[in-house]
Nanobody
């Protein structure tokens, strides 16, 4: 089972930016489409978007369009989530997982530990 590791989270002020990374500890990501999710306290995990394995297409949920960008560098075995103009409501734990959106979340079976993003003054 593919094990992914997320990193890059932290504390950022409203309006700031962060870039999260997703990599695999002992496998190559180039064969996998990768999706990003987030889960805020007390809320269900929600999909942000995904990128195809060949980097030819991306998909974003409507509410995530405009401020979030997913990219990948297969040479570095890494998928990125660039987040701009962050808002306090973006505070959540962010996860990557192999698979495509908008498939149902139950189709995603391999989860890492996530990385915490906190947007606050």
């Amino acid at each position: 089972q593919l094990q992914l590791v997320e990193s890059g989270g932290g504390l950022v002020q409203p309006g700031g930016s962060l870039r999260l990374s997703c990599t695999a500890s002992s496998a190559t990501l180039r064969s996998y489409p990768i999706a990003w999710f987030r889960q805020a306290p007390g809320k269900e995990r929600e999909g942000i978007g995904c990128i195809s394995s060949n980097d030819r297409f991306t998909y974003y949920h409507d509410s995530m369009k405009g401020r979030f960008t997913i990219s990948r560098d297969n040479a570095k075995n890494t998928v990125y989530l660039q987040m701009n103009m962050l808002k306090p409501e973006d505070t959540a734990r962010y996860y990557c997982a192999p698979g495509l959106l908008p498939n149902h979340i139950t189709d995603f079976t391999s989860w890492g530990q996530g990385t915490q993003v906190t947007v606050s003054e």
